[in-house]
């Protein structure tokens, strides 16, 4: 046991650069290569091609100092410019944190940049021995000289350069691995970076060694890379939409393979998360269905195809430009906030176009996600008769087969949202991102735990399930659930019930169950409450918005006097469609509420006084807070 205490020397306040160079990973990600330091400098190029200045970038690389150059021929900094604290602008976009021209709606980089937190430039800097940075403008020129990320001298002067910026760092081996870049991740992202900007050219200098790096066909050319003679279909999907600050390019191709390959980029930055790829997926599964019924391929009683049957051999590589975009890390692979509205008719469109223009393509897209879905269905009744062949052999209970369970390996990302019944769970189904969030329906009420005997909880199937899915550690003897972190399947637990007193007892029958038996997962944060929207609005013939509860009805009403507009009440979740289900699993637009205990003794006697077999303290409670009811929660 550690019995040491902190005294006043160990809390210690550092500034931006001392903080980067003790903690680099976390605006670096990965600290193995320096290869985050290229891309930081080259985004910030990038970004000045996309407001419309300067269709070149040079990248030289000196193997044997270990030194990298980036010069671009875009509009160049403001030279000499002086601010407040003594710094110049181009001082300052290298050596203080948060600065940046991407931050105003000026017009300049239309809120769609990649380097828009003003970090990149300061990570370079800080992460390397040594920096020059040197930009032209209108004739003048200013040069700054770093070292180990703190500013040295500066020099101006007159030049006949054309605008733009040159800087050349030498990254330290202190916060690296290797303090090289990996070459072949440097030659793909450029390669990629040119395909998703038509027009950019990029010149990589290894040595003495060059390469050009540009792109005739934009995308079709990254898709012609990647399937190969894998392609199994003639006429590829191609959408171009444009507009104003919001624009999508999508290819969506088939290939004989067994599983989707998709080349997801935002604001032309690589993403592998995030509710534009759950909602993307969601629309190609909806729509295709569609089609396949219009068709009669897929009879109106059957079932509709999964996702995974759909996406099996489906690539899609798309470039999406959207303001107001919001990443979890510097190193925005993982999105958590873009508004997708802009978007959803437009690509309902394209498909619908595509779908009539090449029918017998579309016939071959469905045969095969038919046969996956048959190979699934085979593959899942051989896994069943296993499991009851080794029945006696498992002390696990088996989960309930209509479990839709998400396949993702971090179990801590994956999501399981507990609904009432089938109708409930079948459109979540549909809309969900089946990577990272889970269905399991339960059939009506589960037994109040709080009333029931234990021989009676220990029978009930729908508890015993919830049990199993979960990840938890039952004792049959006295039914004490706990977990263990690396055992836990998920890292939330969403119940999500009706917008009614019937929805709000189910959440409270859950809660019950989980306070009594494990209430260690209420305590440590996995526990959450869905918060359907009550409300539904139609503005026009395609706009949609959703309401959560009266008061939000009533402010909207306040503020659209005068308005056309129809409001729907959405009774239950088996009476939304897909579309209006997807809210409810779109990280971005749903409402979900971390369900917390700050009173342990007191959590112990409101279960006691609401759920027990008392009557006398439950009518009391009701008496004394009857106003403070509400159903989302």
Request: with cysteine; hydrophobic share 35%; net charge neutral.
């Given at each position: 046991?550690?019995?040491?205490?902190?005294?006043?020397?160990?809390?210690?306040?550092?500034?931006?650069?001392?903080?980067?160079?003790?903690?680099?990973?976390?605006?670096?990600?990965?600290?193995?290569?320096?290869?985050?330091?290229?891309?930081?400098?080259?985004?910030?190029?990038?970004?000045?091609?996309?407001?419309?200045?300067?269709?070149?970038?040079?990248?030289?690389?000196?193997?044997?100092?270990?030194?990298?150059?980036?010069?671009?021929?875009?509009?160049?900094?403001?030279?000499?410019?002086?601010?407040?604290?003594?710094?110049?602008?181009?001082?300052?976009?290298?050596?203080?944190?948060?600065?940046?021209?991407?931050?105003?709606?000026?017009?300049?980089?239309?809120?769609?940049?990649?380097?828009?937190?003003?970090?990149?430039?300061?990570?370079?800097?800080?992460?390397?021995?040594?920096?020059?940075?040197?930009?032209?403008?209108?004739?003048?020129?200013?040069?700054?000289?770093?070292?180990?990320?703190?500013?040295?001298?500066?020099?101006?002067?007159?030049?006949?350069?054309?605008?733009?910026?040159?800087?050349?760092?030498?990254?330290?081996?202190?916060?690296?691995?290797?303090?090289?870049?990996?070459?072949?991740?440097?030659?793909?992202?450029?390669?990629?970076?040119?395909?998703?900007?038509?027009?950019?050219?990029?010149?990589?200098?290894?040595?003495?060694?060059?390469?050009?790096?540009?792109?005739?066909?934009?995308?079709?050319?990254?898709?012609?890379?990647?399937?190969?003679?894998?392609?199994?279909?003639?006429?590829?999907?191609?959408?171009?939409?444009?507009?104003?600050?919001?624009?999508?390019?999508?290819?969506?191709?088939?290939?004989?393979?067994?599983?989707?390959?998709?080349?997801?980029?935002?604001?032309?930055?690589?993403?592998?998360?995030?509710?534009?790829?759950?909602?993307?997926?969601?629309?190609?599964?909806?729509?295709?269905?569609?089609?396949?019924?219009?068709?009669?391929?897929?009879?109106?009683?059957?079932?509709?195809?999964?996702?995974d049957d759909i996406q099996e051999g489906m690539f899609i590589a798309f470039n999406l430009t959207a303001p107001g975009v919001s990443y979890d890390a510097q190193t925005k692979s993982r999105i958590v906030k873009i508004d997708m509205s802009p978007f959803t008719t437009s690509i309902v469109n394209a498909l619908h176009d595509w779908f009539?223009?090449n029918e017998k393509d579309i016939k071959i897209i469905f045969e095969k996600a038919a046969a996956a879905r048959k190979a699934r269905d085979a593959a899942k009744k051989a896994r069943d008769k296993a499991r009851e062949q080794n029945k006696k052999k498992q002390k696990a209970l088996k989960f309930d087969s209509k479990l839709a369970d998400?396949?993702?390996?971090?179990?801590?990302?994956?999501?399981?949202?507990?609904?009432?019944?089938?109708?409930?769970?079948?459109?979540?189904?549909?809309?969900?991102?089946?990577?990272?969030?889970?269905?399991?329906?339960?059939?009506?009420?589960?037994?109040?735990?709080?009333?029931?005997?234990?021989?009676?909880?220990?029978?009930?199937?729908?508890?015993?399930?919830?049990?199993?899915?979960?990840?938890?550690?039952?004792?049959?003897?006295?039914?004490?659930?706990?977990?263990?972190?690396?055992?836990?399947?998920?890292?939330?637990?969403?119940?999500?019930?009706?917008?009614?007193?019937?929805?709000?007892?189910?959440?409270?029958?859950?809660?019950?169950?989980?306070?009594?038996?494990?209430?260690?997962?209420?305590?440590?944060?996995?526990?959450?409450?869905?918060?359907?929207?009550?409300?539904?609005?139609?503005?026009?013939?395609?706009?949609?918005?959703?309401?959560?509860?009266?008061?939000?009805?009533?402010?909207?009403?306040?503020?659209?006097?005068?308005?056309?507009?129809?409001?729907?009440?959405?009774?239950?979740?088996?009476?939304?469609?897909?579309?209006?289900?997807?809210?409810?699993?779109?990280?971005?637009?749903?409402?979900?509420?971390?369900?917390?205990?700050?009173?342990?003794?007191?959590?112990?006697?409101?279960?006691?006084?609401?759920?027990?077999?008392?009557?006398?303290?439950?009518?009391?409670?009701?008496?004394?807070?009857?106003?403070?009811?509400?159903?989302?929660?």
């Amino acid at each position: 046991m550690n019995d040491k205490l902190y005294t006043e020397d160990s809390i210690q306040s550092l500034d931006p650069r001392e903080f980067t160079r003790l903690r680099p990973g976390v605006y670096c990600g990965s600290t193995e290569y320096s290869t985050q330091l290229l891309v930081e400098i080259v985004s910030n190029a990038i970004d000045e091609f996309k407001a419309g200045h300067g269709n070149l970038i040079e990248v030289k690389i000196d193997t044997k100092e270990n030194s990298y150059a980036v010069r671009d021929y875009a509009q160049g900094f403001l030279v000499n410019s002086m601010r407040e604290d003594g710094k110049t602008i181009l001082q300052a976009s290298f050596d203080t944190l948060n600065t940046s021209g991407k931050f105003s709606d000026d017009g300049v980089y239309e809120g769609t940049a990649l380097g828009l937190n003003g970090i990149g430039s300061k990570l370079t800097n800080f992460l390397s021995h040594k920096m020059k940075v040197e930009t032209w403008r209108d004739g003048q020129t200013e040069s700054i000289f770093f070292n180990e990320g703190i500013f040295v001298n500066r020099s101006v002067g007159k030049s006949k350069e054309p605008n733009g910026t040159y800087v050349r760092w030498q990254p330290s081996e202190e916060f690296f691995t290797h303090p090289e870049v990996d070459i072949n991740k440097v030659k793909e992202l450029f390669h990629i970076l040119t395909c998703l900007c038509v027009g950019l050219t990029i010149e990589l200098t290894i040595d003495d060694k060059k390469e050009i790096f540009t792109s005739k066909h934009g995308l079709n050319d990254l898709v012609d890379d990647a399937v190969g003679d894998s392609e199994i279909i003639n006429s590829r999907m191609n959408m171009n939409f444009d507009a104003g600050k919001n624009k999508l390019d999508m290819v969506v191709t088939y290939t004989s393979k067994y599983s989707l390959n998709m080349i997801s980029y935002v604001n032309t930055g690589d993403t592998d998360a995030g509710p534009h790829i759950t909602q993307i997926k969601t629309i190609l599964t909806r729509e295709f269905n569609k089609f396949f019924k219009e068709k009669k391929w897929l009879k109106e009683k059957d079932e509709n195809l999964s996702g995974d049957d759909i996406q099996e051999g489906m690539f899609i590589a798309f470039n999406l430009t959207a303001p107001g975009v919001s990443y979890d890390a510097q190193t925005k692979s993982r999105i958590v906030k873009i508004d997708m509205s802009p978007f959803t008719t437009s690509i309902v469109n394209a498909l619908h176009d595509w779908f009539n223009k090449n029918e017998k393509d579309i016939k071959i897209i469905f045969e095969k996600a038919a046969a996956a879905r048959k190979a699934r269905d085979a593959a899942k009744k051989a896994r069943d008769k296993a499991r009851e062949q080794n029945k006696k052999k498992q002390k696990a209970l088996k989960f309930d087969s209509k479990l839709a369970d998400c396949w993702s390996k971090d179990r801590m990302k994956c999501e399981i949202y507990v609904t009432e019944g089938d109708s409930a769970s079948g459109n979540l189904k549909l809309a969900r991102d089946n990577e990272f969030v889970a269905v399991m329906p339960v059939r009506g009420k589960i037994l109040n735990v709080r009333k029931a005997s234990l021989d009676k909880i220990q029978k009930n199937a729908e508890i015993m399930t919830m049990i199993d899915a979960f990840g938890l550690t039952v004792d049959m003897k006295t039914m004490k659930l706990t977990y263990n972190k690396e055992d836990l399947r998920y890292g939330k637990i969403i119940i999500e019930s009706d917008a009614d007193t019937d929805g709000a007892h189910i959440k409270n029958l859950f809660y019950t169950f989980i306070w009594t038996f494990c209430p260690e997962l209420i305590l440590d944060g996995y526990v959450y409450a869905g918060v359907p929207p009550l409300y539904k609005i139609t503005e026009g013939k395609d706009t949609y918005i959703y309401l959560k509860n009266d008061t939000e009805l009533e402010e909207y009403r306040t503020k659209h006097k005068g308005k056309k507009y129809l409001v729907n009440r959405l009774k239950g979740l088996g009476e939304m469609s897909p579309d209006e289900t997807s809210i409810l699993v779109d990280p971005d637009q749903r409402i979900i509420k971390q369900v917390t205990v700050e009173d342990i003794a007191a959590a112990n006697k409101l279960f006691d006084d609401l759920m027990g077999t008392q009557i006398i303290p439950r009518k009391r409670f009701i008496q004394q807070h009857s106003q403070e009811a509400t159903y989302g929660v």
